[in-house]
């Protein structure tokens, strides 16, 4: 079982900027595929980016060239950066494992960004 904790959420100004971190109980977290989901009010669950084990990443298109993952194996974390914030970005943001062919969630950070 893999427990994922995300933190640095918060309210912010568009264009503003913001650094999520999610960490992971598990050592196996370095075999893992980490992800970051948002789920904005009243819309689906939507991928934003993700990195594995030897970092290679996958952005949305929302994401592209203002969003950044990044992983330290050492701290079993991964992180969202996240610049040039929009209203749009708007929702609780969901750090994903998965690993051996099992999904995990963490219960979601809430980042706000007010126009």
């Known amino acids: 079982q893999v427990q994922l904790v995300e933190s640095g959420g918060g309210l912010v100004q568009a264009g503003g900027s913001l650094r999520l971190s999610c960490a992971a109980s598990a050592s196996t977290f370095r075999l893992s595929v980490m992800g970051w989901y948002r789920q904005a009010p009243g819309k689906q669950r939507e991928l934003v980016a993700t990195c594995t084990s030897r970092d290679n990443t996958n952005y949305a298109e929302s994401a592209k060239g203002r969003f950044t993952i990044s992983r330290d194996n050492a701290k079993n974390t991964v992180y969202l950066q996240m610049n040039s914030l929009k209203p749009e970005d708007t929702g609780v943001y969901y750090c994903?494992?998965?690993?051996?062919?099992?999904?995990?969630w963490g219960t979601g950070t809430l980042v706000t960004v007010s126009s």
């Open positions: 994903n494992a998965v690993h051996s062919g099992a999904i995990y």
